[in-house]
């Protein structure tokens, strides 16, 4: 059986993990959810082709790696642009991102490495977070592809006129956070249910309850065994890329939560993606 084509869309980023909050040193690594996403379809069993721009101090080594890992890397691009930078500070395995991810450096870089948008050949599309004019523009030029999409709350913030944005999506893959966002709605039963009833498939991500999924009438819960984060960057992007391949896999929805659930549980229990393969030390200054 040839294996299936998933294309990934969005942004791969220079993480700075700030350590206990105690002036220890920084740890960098690579992130950003395309990242995350990409090498959690692979290690399930799909062919992956990742769709980023990738900024002009991206280290090369760090290409290399995705390479070596297996990713096709013909669509990504280099950009003269520096990357888009996250710094993390954990506290007793609580994240807090400090606000660079609103930063208008942030923001530049977000519109400056806009992904390449795929060709026409892929199975399936997995849109990680990236802005709603981007989102319609992928949509649009998808064919024939099943679309699976996800988002961020800095995405989501205009609320429900963002859902418009993914009008043509096969499976919307957000967090609860998200949801309450995207319908205004503040009952949790009451949200999900209206954004249900607004895409075809729906998986809800609720970090340490684990995930629903609603497919008309169909509904599956799967609860988890939460474990401690060493590094809890990632567990949704590792969650969706899971689902976009279990679902050109054909898995059957139970086992399309199980995949998520347990890329999950995988990406926060290892500084940055080392749980999917990746192996770059990640302590030089660049
Ligand atoms: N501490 C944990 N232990 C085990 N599994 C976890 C843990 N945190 C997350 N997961 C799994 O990963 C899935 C996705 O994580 P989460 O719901 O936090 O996504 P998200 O809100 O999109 O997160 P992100 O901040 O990565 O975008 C969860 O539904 C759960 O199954
Ligand atoms: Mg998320």
Not at 49 to 56: D, I, P, T, Y
Not at 240 to 252: N, R
Request: charged share 20%; glycine share 12%; hydrophobic share 45%.
């Amino acid at each position: 059986m040839t294996r299936p084509r998933l294309a990934v869309v969005g942004y791969a980023s220079i993480d700075e993990i700030v350590g206990g909050g105690c002036g220890g040193p920084i740890v960098r690594t690579i992130g950003g959810g395309a990242v995350y996403a990409a090498l959690s379809a692979l290690q399930l069993g799909v062919d992956v082709a990742l769709h980023v721009g990738f900024g002009s101090d991206f280290p090369d080594a760090w290409i290399a790696e995705l390479e070596r890992l297996g990713v096709d890397l013909s669509a990504s691009e280099r950009r003269d642009h520096p990357t888009r930078r996250t710094r993390l500070a954990y506290l007793a395995g609580e994240q807090r991102s400090a606000d660079a991810d609103r930063s208008e450096a942030w923001i530049e870089a977000t519109h400056a490495l806009q992904p390449p948008l795929p060709a026409r050949s892929f199975d399936g599309i997995l849109l990680c977070p990236m802005p709603l004019p981007l989102v319609r523009r992928a949509i649009a030029a998808a064919g024939s592809a099943r679309l699976i999409a996800d988002t961020s709350e800095f995405f989501a913030a205009e609320g429900p006129s963002a859902l418009r944005a993914f009008d043509g999506v096969d499976l919307f893959a957000p967090s609860l956070a998200e949801v309450h966002r995207l319908t205004g709605e503040d009952c949790e039963g009451r949200a999900i249910a209206r954004l249900a009833a607004a895409v075809p498939t729906l998986v809800v991500k609720k970090g340490r309850r684990g995930l629903s999924r609603h497919d008309g009438l169909d509904e599956h819960h799967h609860a988890i065994e939460p474990v401690d984060a060493v590094d809890p960057t990632g567990a949704g992007d590792a969650a969706v890329g899971a689902i976009a391949g279990a679902l050109l896999l054909g898995f059957e929805p139970r086992r399309q939560l199980e995949a998520a659930a347990a890329a999950g549980r995988r990406a926060v229990g290892a500084i940055g993606p080392a749980a999917f393969g990746w192996t770059c030390s990640s302590n030089r200054n660049f």
